[in-house]
Nanobody, 123 residues
Framework: QVQLVESGGGLVQAGGSLRLACAASGRTFNTYVMAWFRHDPGKEREFVAGISVSGSSTYGADSVKGRFTISRDNAKNTVYLQMNSLKPEDSAVYYC????????????????WGQGIQVTVSS
């Protein structure tokens, strides 16, 4: 397992930007596929974006296409989610997750999760 802690959330106006960071503990960060999910109380938990172990490949949800970018810095044991052109419907608790299956959009393929961080987009 790897321990994950998110930061960088908060309140932003529609059209604005935020960058989330997920800091991982341990020495095995560079062996995990990393992903971001989000959950709004009125919806099911939703996959947002994923990134390969090396950071060379990414995949994401259609709902954030062209607006969100996932990246990682293995030297810093950190994965990021750059969120631009934010919309009120992006408001949710965002979770960082670590897993073993590149390309997965499913909760069950990710064995380690952060505590979640709130992102609120006002209109």
């Amino acid at each position: 397992q790897v321990q994950l802690v998110e930061s960088g959330g908060g309140l932003v106006q529609a059209g604005g930007s935020l960058r989330l960071a997920c800091a991982a503990s341990g020495r095995t960060f560079n062996t995990y596929v990393m992903a971001w999910f989000r959950h709004d109380p009125g919806k099911e938990r939703e996959f947002v974006a994923g990134i390969s172990v090396s950071g060379s490949s990414t995949y994401g949800a259609d709902s954030v296409k062209g607006r969100f970018t996932i990246s990682r810095d293995n030297a810093k044991n950190t994965v990021y989610l750059q969120m631009n052109s934010l919309k009120p419907e992006d408001s949710a608790v965002y979770y960082c997750a670590a897993g073993r299956v590149y390309g997965s959009r499913h909760n069950a393929d990710f064995g380690s999760w952060g505590q979640g961080i709130q992102v609120t987009v006002s209109s």
